[in-house]
């Protein structure tokens, strides 16, 4: 892994990466995060680590990458805004990340709901937001950050479905320099969705989406719902237009259905 000078000294922003705490191998990026959150690390401070033992995804799965390849990292963040913004959250991170990402590849990417960040219809990017509140407020959010950089093979479950910047640009790519381009991002855009305004952010998030208009499976844990995706609620929920009726989802992994 880099060190932290060296991570450092690719960094342009101010607040974003500017407390670095960099790991060969940890359980979780998100653990630790947390850990030091409660602890009151400030905002913008990462933890990033090579190789994860117990990576975190979402709906309790395992995040699996390889070593010596990918990024790994997580960001803490504390807004003041009220936590029904929490869900609006996700399109920040997927949106800055994507802005980085583009000019480095050379491809526009693809955004997921809530949060998958693809290319050529496979993910390579998945995000894990994890945060505490009191009354209305965060104590602290956890921006856990899975990015295959230069993974070349995926197997298993993951072959056709899962991919990397390497693979669908044909060439590898610096982490350090995909790393500061993202921290850039997301501190460009944290000027305004620190303040509660998330306009700029779905905005790019809505240009990158591809499920709009189209025919999509909503998987919950006791439930599976057909059904067109119309548009984003006001607190980042899915509109979904079902056979009894409009639906808003705010949690699910979607599918496109058979069109
Ligand atoms: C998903 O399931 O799509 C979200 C995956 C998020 C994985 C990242 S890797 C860095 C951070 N630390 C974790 O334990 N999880 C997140």
Redesign the pocket.
Same mark, same amino acid.
């Given at each position: 892994m880099y060190s932290e000078k060296e991570l450092q000294g690719g960094l342009t922003t101010k607040v974003f990466g500017r407390k670095l705490y960099v790991y060969d191998s940890i359980d +979780?990026? %998100?653990?630790c995060a947390k850990t030091f959150a409660t602890k009151g690390a400030e905002e913008g401070t990462v933890v990033i680590?090579d190789h994860?033992t117990? /990576?975190? /995804?979402?709906?309790g799965?395992t995040?699996l990458?390889e070593s010596g390849s990918n990024l @790994?990292? +997580?960001v803490i963040i504390r807004p003041t805004f009220s936590k029904d913004k929490f869900g609006l959250l996700s399109f920040f991170a997927s949106a800055g990340i994507a802005l980085a990402i583009e000019p480095v590849t050379g491809k526009q990417c693809e955004c997921k709901w809530p %949060?998958?960040i693809l290319l050529n219809d496979r993910?390579f990017c998945? =995000? @894990?937001m994890e945060t505490t509140f009191q009354k209305n407020k965060f104590d602290y959010i956890i921006i /856990? =950050? /899975?990015l295959n950089v230069n993974q070349r093979n995926f197997l298993g479950d993951l072959a056709g479905k899962a991919t990397s910047l390497s693979r669908e640009c044909g060439r590898e790519l610096d982490r350090r320099s995909v790393f500061c381009e993202i921290m850039s991002s997301l501190e460009l855009l944290y000027k305004d969705v620190s303040r509660g305004d998330f306009n700029k952010v779905l905005k790019e998030w809505k240009v990158r989406a591809t499920i709009f208009g189209k025919r999509i499976t909503v998987t919950q844990t006791a439930s599976v719902i057909d059904g067109i995706a119309n548009d984003l609620a006001a607190d980042g929920g899915l509109v979904v237009e079902t056979k009894s009726g409009q639906r808003v989802f705010h949690a699910g992994e979607v599918t496109l259905a058979a069109q």
């Open positions: +979780s990026t %998100n653990a680590a994860q117990a /990576g975190r /995804g979402r709906f799965r995040w990458a @790994l990292f +997580s %949060n998958d993910k998945g =995000i @894990l /856990g =950050i /899975g």
